[in-house]
C-alpha cells in the first residue's frame, strides 16, 4: 500500500472523527447550559436528578457509557441496534460532554458578583434580558480557558469511537497497521489529532482575543 | 410626596435588621441616613428599591402603595407587572458602582432605557451624553469601566440611574469604595443634583456634606430611626444620647 492510498484510506475516518467531534459540540455546549440552568432550578426535584446525572457522566469512564448506550436499548428492550451504533455513539458522548460543560458554565455564571444582578434588577431588566444581555456574555468570556481545555480533551477523546467499532482515524489505523504491518498510520493519525488541535488551540485563542475588550 | 416608608419591618433569620422604620420623602428633598455600621441602613434602601422584600409595614410611591400588610400582618405586594412600574421610579447608587463592564459608558447609559423602557436609541443617546456632560466625563463614552478612575466609575454609576428618569434616586455610600482624593468629585456630582433639586436618598458616612447638602437627616441605630429633622439640629444639638455618641466619633 502506498503512502497515498493509505492516507486517502484515512481521510475518510479523519472525516468521521470530525463529525463526530462537531456534532458533539453542537449538541453539548447548549445541553449544557440546559443541564447548569436546571441545577440552578427551584424544584429540587430537579435538581437532585441533574446534580446524580452529572456525578454519575463524570464518576465513570466515556467508554462505558458509549457500550452502554450502544447495547443498553438490546439488553433492556431486545430493541434491533443494527442503525443504532452512530446515534448511540453521538447520544454518549453529547450525555457525557453535556456534563462537563454544564459544571464549566455554572462555574462561570457563580463567579459573576452579585452586583451584577442587582444593578440589572434595579434598572428593570427582566430575568432573561439579565441573563442574556449582562450575565451571559461575562460568562462567555471567564469560561473560555476551560472551554478550550474541554475542545482539546473533546479531539483526542473523539478516537474512543473505536469502542463501538465506528471507523474512524484511529480505529483505521489500528487496522491498517495490523494489515500493512506499518508504523505509517499511527503517525498519520497522530499528526491529524496534533493538527486538529493546533487549529483548536488558534481558533479559541481569536475567541479569547476577541473578548479582551474588556476587563 | 414622593415616597412614604411606614411601619417597614425586616428580619434576616431571627436578626431583626429593621424594626418599625418610617419616614417619608417630599418631591426635591434630600435626606441623609447615618448609622453605625450594621444599622440597617443599607438593608432599609434595598426595601424601597424592591431588592429586598419587607416583612411587614407599607411601601408608598407617588400616593401608589407598591406594598400593604394585611390582616394577618404580613406584607404583600402588588403583582410582578406593576412592580416594575414601582422599579421605575426609583434609581440605586451602589457602593461598589457595579457598572456592566462588558459594556461601554454610554453603552451602560443607554441599553436599559432601550430595552427596558422601550426609549429610541436617539434619544436614550442624546440623554446619556447630556448626562455625561453633567458629569463631566463626555469624552470618556467609548471607554470601558475598567480604565476609568473610580471616581469616575461612580460618576457613571449616578448617571446610569439618571438615564431612567426616576422620580427618586437612592445612594448607599456612594464614596466608601473611592480613594479619599476621589471622593470630593462625586459628592461634588450629588451637590449639584440636589441644586435642581433632586429627589434623593443618601446613605453616607461624610458628616460634613451630609450637613450641606440634605434638608433632612436620618440616624439609625439597631434597626430604628433615633432620631430625624435638620441637619444642623442633628448635627449641632442632637438630643439623643446615641446620636450624641454616634457623632463624637466623627468629631476629632
Ligand atoms: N442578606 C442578608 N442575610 C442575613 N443578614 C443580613 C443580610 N443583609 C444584611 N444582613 C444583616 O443585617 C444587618 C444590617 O445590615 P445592613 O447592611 O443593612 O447595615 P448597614 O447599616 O448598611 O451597615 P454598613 O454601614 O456596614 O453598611 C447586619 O447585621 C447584617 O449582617
Ligand atoms: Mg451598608
Given amino acids: ?215 | 410626596m414622593i415616597l412614604e416608608m411606614k411601619n417597614i419591618k425586616k428580619h434576616f433569620g431571627d436578626h431583626e435588621v429593621l424594626k418599625d422604620i418610617s419616614f417619608n420623602v417630599d418631591k426635591g428633598e434630600v435626606v441623609s441616613i447615618i448609622g453605625p455600621s450594621g444599622s440597617g441602613k443599607s438593608t432599609l434602601l434595598r426595601c424601597a428599591t424592591f431588592l429586598e422584600t419587607i416583612d411587614g409595614g407599607e411601601i408608598v410611591y407617588m400616593g401608589k402603595h407598591a406594598a400593604r400588610t394585611n390582616a394577618q400582618g404580613q406584607a404583600v405586594y402588588v403583582d410582578h407587572k406593576e412592580l416594575r412600574e414601582f422599579r421605575g421610579y426609583c434609581g440605586l447608587v451602589f457602593q461598589q458602582f457595579n457598572l456592566f463592564p462588558h459594556y461601554d459608558i454610554l453603552k451602560n447609559l443607554i441599553d436599559a432605557p432601550i430595552h427596558v423602557q422601550g426609549r429610541s436609541k436617539e434619544e436614550a443617546t442624546a440623554t446619556a451624553m447630556d448626562l455625561l456632560g453633567k458629569m463631566g466625563i463626555a469624552d470618556r463614552a467609548n471607554a470601558y469601566p475598567y480604565q476609568l478612575s473610580g471616581g469616575q466609575q461612580q460618576r457613571v454609576a449616578i448617571a446610569r440611574a439618571l438615564a431612567m428618569k426616576p422620580q427618586i434616586l437612592f445612594f448607599d455610600e456612594p464614596t466608601s469604595a473611592l480613594d479619599p482624593e476621589l471622593t470630593g468629585e462625586v459628592l461634588k456630582v450629588i451637590r449639584q443634583l440636589a441644586d435642581e433639586h433632586m429627589t434623593m436618598v443618601v446613605v453616607t458616612h461624610e458628616m460634613p456634606f451630609a450637613k450641606a447638602v440634605s434638608n433632612r437627616v436620618l440616624f439609625m441605630d439597631g434597626g430604628v430611626v433615633v432620631e430625624q429633622g435638620d441637619p444642623h439640629d442633628v448635627f449641632d444639638n442632637p438630643q439623643e444620647e446615641r446620636t450624641k455618641q454616634f457623632l463624637r466619633v466623627f468629631e476629632r
Fill in chain 1, 1 to 215: 500500500m502506498t503512502f497515498s492510498t493509505m492516507f486517502s484510506t484515512m481521510a475518510i475516518g479523519m472525516l468521521r472523527s470530525f463529525g463526530v467531534f462537531a456534532l458533539t459540540l453542537l449538541g453539548s455546549m447548549p445541553l449544557g447550559m440546559i443541564v447548569a440552568l436546571l441545577k440552578k432550578s427551584r424544584f429540587a426535584l430537579v435538581r437532585v436528578v441533574v446534580s446524580a446525572y452529572i456525578s454519575l457522566i463524570r464518576g465513570t469512564p466515556l467508554m462505558l457509557q458509549l457500550l452502554v448506550w450502544y447495547f443498553g436499548p438490546f439488553y433492556l428492550f431486545g430493541m434491533n441496534i443494527g442503525s443504532w451504533r452512530f446515534p448511540a455513539l453521538i447520544l454518549g458522548f453529547v450525555l457525557n460532554y453535556a456534563a462537563y460543560f454544564a459544571e464549566i458554565y455554572r462555574g462561570g455564571i457563580e463567579s459573576i458578583p452579585v452586583g451584577q444582578y442587582e444593578a440589572a434588577e434595579v434598572l428593570g431588566y427582566n430575568r432573561t434580558q439579565t441573563f442574556m444581555r449582562i450575565i451571559l456574555p461575562q460568562v462567555i468570556k471567564r469560561i473560555m480557558p476551560s472551554v478550550t481545555n474541554e475542545v482539546i480533551t473533546l479531539v483526542k477523546d473523539t478516537s474512543l469511537a473505536f469502542t463501538l467499532a465506528y471507523q474512524e482515524v484511529f480505529s483505521l489505523a489500528k487496522q491498517i497497521s495490523a494489515s500493512q504491518t506499518s508504523f505509517m498510520p499511527f503517525l498519520i493519525a497522530g499528526v491529524f489529532y496534533f493538527v486538529a488541535n493546533y487549529l483548536v488551540e488558534f481558533v479559541m485563542g481569536r475567541i479569547e482575543k476577541a473578548l479582551d475588550y474588556y476587563k
